[in-house]
Structures are given as structure tokens and as C-alpha cells.
């Protein structure tokens, strides 16, 4: 005899593991960039912005001379960075190299720096899927977006 038919029994472990893990969950809600009220000190308008395909947006302040630089590149840039409500994580006081698509800075740190040339400026605002997603790193709370002021100063390789 059957106490619990092989259907009945599926649909109870999957909807106790739908709320074992509700139950589990810390209410981690990533920052959404479109959905951000960005302090009015950055001066932030997405509408003047390129959005690409990952989700980042990008704004060429200067764009900077030469051959855009490319993964494999060894870059040297000068950089801060914000958070959405204006504070400064930091403040870039020493220039940064690395190499461009190496997976030595945040993906899209790597992404927004891609395609600059030499001397130029962009300001970068990424989510947080491609920051540091729901790692707090620091002063950088969980699921935020970040923003940098981007300058690329030198360029190897």
C-alpha cells in the first residue's frame, strides 16, 4: 500500500526546498542601475550614456588619441571610484596597470577600460553582477553598482 503517491512526493520536496531556501535568504537585492537615484553630485544621466550588451554604461568624456586598446594590452590607468549615493570607496591615489582581459580587476572595470585610447576619459558605472556582486569588499556594501572616473594614461604591449 502507497501512503504518498511518486507525484505528490516530487512536488513536496520542491516546494520544501522553495522555502527552505526563501527561508535561508538574507533579502539580498542587488543594486539595479535604471532603477538607482544617483546622488546629484555625479551629475548621472543614463539617457546620455552607452548601455552595452552586459548591462554596463559608458560615457567618453575625452576620447583620447591612437589605437584603442584591446585584451592582451597592459594598460596603466588613473581611476576613482563612487558608489551611487556619491561616497568615494576610493580615490585612485597611485596609477593602476594591468593587463586588459586577464581577470586582474573587476569584469567590468576590464569592459569599460576596453576600446580607450590614449588620454582618454570615460566615466564607468557598473552593476553589480559585474562588480563584486553580493561580496561586501570593504567600504563597497553587497550588490552595489560602482562608478569610475577613468583616465588611460599609458599603454604596453
Do not use: W
Not at 538574507?26 to 550588451?53: C, N, R, W, Y
Not at 584591446?70 to 576613482?80: K, M, N, R, S
Not at 558608489?83 to 593602476?96: E, K, V, Y
Amino acid at each position: 500500500m502507497r501512503l504518498i503517491s511518486p507525484r505528490f512526493s516530487a512536488l513536496t520536496v520542491a516546494a520544501a526546498g522553495v522555502l527552505l531556501l526563501a527561508a535561508c535568504s538574507d533579502g539580498f537585492s542587488p543594486q539595479v542601475i535604471e532603477e538607482t537615484d544617483f546622488a546629484s553630485a555625479l551629475q548621472i544621466d543614463l539617457s546620455a550614456m552607452t548601455k552595452t550588451a552586459s548591462g554596463l554604461y559608458i560615457e567618453t568624456v575625452a576620447e583620447g588619441a591612437g589605437d584603442p586598446v584591446a585584451a592582451g594590452h597592459t594598460v596603466t590607468v588613473t581611476y576613482t571610484g563612487l558608489l551611487a549615493s556619491g561616497i568615494t570607496f576610493d580615490p585612485g591615489n597611485a596609477p593602476l596597470t594591468f593587463t586588459l582581459g586577464a581577470g586582474q580587476v573587476v569584469a567590468g572595470f576590464d569592459e569599460g577600460v576596453t576600446g580607450m585610447k590614449l588620454g582618454g576619459i570615460r566615466i564607468v558605472i557598473i552593476p553589480p553582477g559585474l562588480a563584486y556582486g553580493e561580496r561586501a569588499i570593504g567600504a563597497i556594501p553587497a550588490g552595489s553598482i560602482l562608478i569610475f572616473r577613468i583616465e588611460l594614461t599609458d599603454i604596453a604591449g
